[in-house]
């Protein structure tokens, strides 16, 4: 069975802090990752998407890749109250997996 | 605006009822998806398909049903067969074939059985 794991949390962290959220995935045949925010009660938002390995950064958010380790993460800089949310990693090869999600608190 | 268009966005069933949930997309994408949320848990593959009048099983098919006779549309009927079927749906859909390229995903729908 192939699989996405993460840490449910809830994953706290004061405001202005960095947030590092992680995943590991099973198959090593899979080649494009994302993390997709979901707020309670509303559908997934894709925040960002990585294909190879290394850093790429968007804004305020950093997603890492490597596929020797098979895991991936996401750095959420400077982080907002407005930043609490579920995280969902994915990895897509033929079908995109998703993991259950890590819950996410910024205090203000 | 381009998008994914799911309803209703909230649907009561009783038992032994079948149901249907729309999803319509103006994306112009190949690919669409359903996918089944329950609390705390992951996304769950339904059903795809990746271009009109042909659709795969997902992992959690058993008691459901699709139709994919446009490109823009693919419903899903939740039949009587399904035992547990409250839960949260989601519709999305992508460009490319399979999960190479990143889905966008309709508001869903939260089915409830009554």
């Known amino acids: 069975q192939k699989e996405v794991e993460q840490n449910s949390g809830p994953l706290s962290v004061p405001e202005g802090a960095i947030a590092s959220l992680n995943c590991t995935y099973s198959d090593r045949g899979s080649q494009s990752f994302f993390w997709y925010r979901q707020y309670s009660g509303k559908s997934p938002e894709l925040i960002m998407s990585?294909?190879?390995?290394g850093d790429k950064e968007d804004g305020r958010f950093t997603a890492q890749l490597n596929k020797a380790s098979q895991y991936v993460s996401l750095l959420i800089r400077d982080s907002q109250p407005s930043d609490s949310a579920t995280y969902l990693c994915?990895?897509?090869?033929?079908?995109?997996?998703f993991g259950a999600g890590t819950r996410l608190f910024v205090k203000a | 605006d381009g998008g994914i268009t799911q309803s209703p966005k909230y649907l009561f069933r009783k038992e032994g009822q079948n149901v249907t949930l729309s999803c319509e997309q103006n994306l112009n994408h190949d690919a669409m998806y359903w996918y089944r949320q329950d609390p705390g848990q992951g996304l769950r593959l339904i059903y795809y398909?990746?271009?009109?009048?042909?659709?795969q099983k997902g992992d959690i098919a058993e008691g459901y049903s699709v139709s994919r006779e446009k490109k823009e549309s693919f419903p899903l009927t939740v039949t009587s067969a399904q035992k547990n079927p409250t839960a949260f749906y989601l519709c999305a859909s992508s460009t490319g074939q399979g999960g190479m390229t990143e889905a966008f995903f309709g508001q869903g729908t939260r089915l409830t059985v009554v």
């Open positions: 994915a990895a897509g090869g033929f079908k995109t997996i």
């Open positions: 990585i294909y190879s390995n």
């Open positions: 398909s990746q271009i009109v009048n042909d659709f």
